[in-house]
């Protein structure tokens, strides 16, 4: 066991079986026996196991823009929304389905793929072992997705996550109050998400009116007001009750801070922000 530096991408370090590359690399991807790289001239160099054909490269494969590798199958999605697909297909997961099209981005389970179309709808195929390739009704605005062993997980524009599949570990149970999430990751029996600590709770650069419902509680926000501009914090019935001038705040503390926060917004009655340009 070794590793070692590529000398035309020293941003990426192999270690186990290696293969020297004669390009930049921008993407790569490691599955159960193959590791695919995709260069930034659009092609692609695997290596690794090649009993299940995984390292066979289509000769007619141009203009990749990401690659994932499954269990014993690679995916490669082509700029102009396309998939392509070799290897072992023990479970149909080279199968093409009908709808894959306008394809943005793709990922590879063991033995299933998911794909996020351009309209933020989600298409999976190949192995349905616990229900992993059985998109949930109506899951529609996602921004981005993750295969793992079993198990299939989303990420909505919303930041709140849905996911599906075997479940033995948990993988598949979203945890209470998981919301602001910004990336998600899939491994064999479990789930990770990258949450945004420091989400803007308001940054408009115009003039608006937000209303701020009574016991909402905004997890890791702030108030950021730019430059030439003041927010004012009023209640339904209109009477001011705090000014903002620029600079980021904490709602409690209503001091400038470049921190994470918590707020809770309490009373009796719903609260409107109300945000003008002054310049």
Not at 104 to 113: P, S
Not at 168 to 174: R, V
Not at 227 to 232: G, L, M, R
Request: aromatic share 8%; charged share 15%.
């Amino acid at each position: 066991l070794f590793a070692q530096t590529n000398p035309y991408q020293s941003d990426i370090v192999f270690w186990g079986s290696i293969q020297m590359l004669d390009g930049p690399v921008k993407a790569i991807s490691a599955g159960g026996f193959c590791t695919a790289a995709l260069k930034e001239d659009g092609t692609v160099v695997a290596w690794g196991d090649i009993r299940s054909w995984q390292t066979a490269i289509p000769a007619d494969l141009f203009n990749v823009k990401a690659i994932a590798v499954g269990g014993k199958h690679t995916v490669a999605l082509k700029e102009d929304g396309t998939v392509v697909m070799w290897g072992a297909n023990f479970y149909g997961q080279l199968n093409k389905p009908i709808a894959l099209t306008n394809v943005k981005a793709i990922d590879a389970g063991c033995f299933h793929n998911v794909a996020l179309k351009e309209d933020g709808t989600v298409v999976a195929w190949g192995s349905n072992d616990f229900g992993k390739t059985t998109i949930p009704a109506d899951l529609v605005n996602v921004k981005a997705i993750a295969a793992g062993q079993n198990h299939t997980v989303i990420l909505k524009e919303d930041g709140t996550v849905v996911a599906w599949g075997l479940n033995n570990y948990g993988q598949s149970t979203i945890l209470a109050g998981l919301a602001n999430v910004k990336a998600i990751a899939a491994g064999g029996y479990h789930t990770v998400a990258l949450i945004n600590r420091n989400p803007t709770a308001i940054e408009q650069p115009k003039s608006a009116t937000t209303t701020i419902n009574r016991g909402d509680f905004l997890f890791g926000s702030c108030l950021f007001v730019p430059q030439n501009s003041v927010a004012t914090l009023y209640d339904t019935q209109g009477r001011m009750l705090t000014k903002w001038n620029t600079g980021r705040y904490n709602l409690h503390q209503k001091t400038p801070t470049n921190g994470s926060f918590i707020i809770k917004v309490r009373g009796t009655t719903n609260l409107v922000l109300k945000y003008v340009k002054t310049k």
